[in-house]
């Protein structure tokens, strides 16, 4: 079978808390950032949220991309690394149960714990992650599946990779791979704290023949070490031959040769933010895999990134990327 997407990534499950300014800094979590963490400080945090209602859902960065895109109606396959322990059966069920094809079918797991994320969701809908590894902190080059990349159309690297040594370089290994082959190359830059200590292994998977890179405005704005759009837009133009520089409201950028294409947001009230940049990387990456033009392929973006926002929780309902593809298919047909 050939893929539209094949990504590597961190697997993660996610477990969402609405918290309060107030619980917020009483956990000390530091507000819109993803902070690393590990067993001893994920204890304390639990201890913070313990009368909270939460929910839980299969995540990471890439494995929500590619969820999406399999929502939408793409194939994708999904490398990564879980435990063989109850989070880790959870996690490979639910890329299953998405459409999801992966290399956890076809190994065993190892013992340990599966990774994962406390997600605090304050009122104004900014997230605040607390990421504990576990078993995805030793994802290497045993998670390719090198005959998968060749024959898929887009190989997409997390940028929260860039943490792992190991998890780097089977990024960097698949995306050899993937060029040899002619597949198209993606990343994100995942968030500023990448950015901040990770630059180099960043710096490695966007490399010199990138064709698409994702990152939100913030992030932006540290990568380039300015607030102006306008340098952002010439600096960012050189990293890749499509760059999707999404801004919230404001909507989104299209960068590409020399030009800059403005593709408006959809009108949502924000809850939520947590796996917009997701759930825009993978449904842009579903319609320019199906024919579509970088414009159009943003403006679906921006309107599933809005429906998730509107919401609780990082993925959508099959129902919701349903209605919002018959959204996109009435709204092709008007122009």
């Known amino acids: 079978m050939s893929y539209h997407l094949y990504a590597i990534g961190n697997a993660l499950v996610d477990t969402e808390y609405e918290v309060t300014e107030a619980q917020l800094q009483a956990a000390g979590v530091e507000k819109r950032h993803m902070t690393l963490i590990d067993g001893p400080r994920r204890a304390e945090l639990l201890t913070h949220v313990h009368s909270v209602k939460s929910h839980r859902t299969g995540g990471g960065s890439a494995g929500n991309t590619v969820v999406a895109l399999a929502q939408l109606g793409g194939r994708a396959f999904y490398s990564c690394r879980v435990a063989d322990d109850e989070l880790g059966d959870f996690y490979t069920k639910d890329?299953?149960?998405n459409g999801v094809a992966t290399n956890l079918t076809h190994t065993k797991a190892p013992t340990g714990q599966t990774g994962s994320c406390m997600v605090m969701v304050t009122p104004d809908a900014e997230r605040s992650m607390s990421t504990f590894l576990g078993a995805t902190a030793d994802i290497d080059e045993a998670a390719l599946h090198p005959h998968d990349i060749v024959k898929a159309r887009v190989y997409?690297?997390?940028?929260?990779?860039?943490?792992?040594p190991t998890g780097l370089a089977a990024a960097i290994k698949g995306r050899a791979i993937a060029a040899q082959a002619g597949v198209k190359l993606a990343t994100t830059l995942s968030d500023m704290s990448m950015i901040n200590f990770c630059r180099p292994g960043l710096d490695a998977m966007v490399g010199t023949d990138l064709d698409f890179l994702f990152c939100n405005e913030e992030e932006a704005q540290v990568w380039c070490g300015s607030t102006d759009v306008a340098h952002m837009c010439q600096q960012l133009g050189q990293q890749a031959k499509t760059v999707c520089l999404t801004r919230s409201a404001k909507g989104c950028?299209?960068?590409e040769a020399g030009q800059v294409t403005e593709?408006?947001?959809a009108k949502v009230k924000a809850i939520d933010t947590n796996g917009a940049g997701d759930m825009f990387a993978g449904a842009f990456l579903y319609a320019v895999?199906?024919?579509?033009s970088h414009a159009r392929a943003a403006w679906l973006a921006n309107q599933c990134a809005g429906r998730v926002v509107s919401q609780y929780g990082n993925r959508l309902s099959h129902e919701a990327m349903n209605s919002l593809k018959a959204d996109f298919a009435q709204h092709m047909a008007t122009i």
């Open 95 to 97: 890329l299953i149960a």
């Open 156 to 164: 997409y690297m997390e940028g929260y990779l860039a943490a792992s």
């Open 253 to 255: 950028l299209v960068i």
């Open 263 to 265: 593709v408006p947001a």
């Open 289 to 292: 895999t199906h024919g579509h």
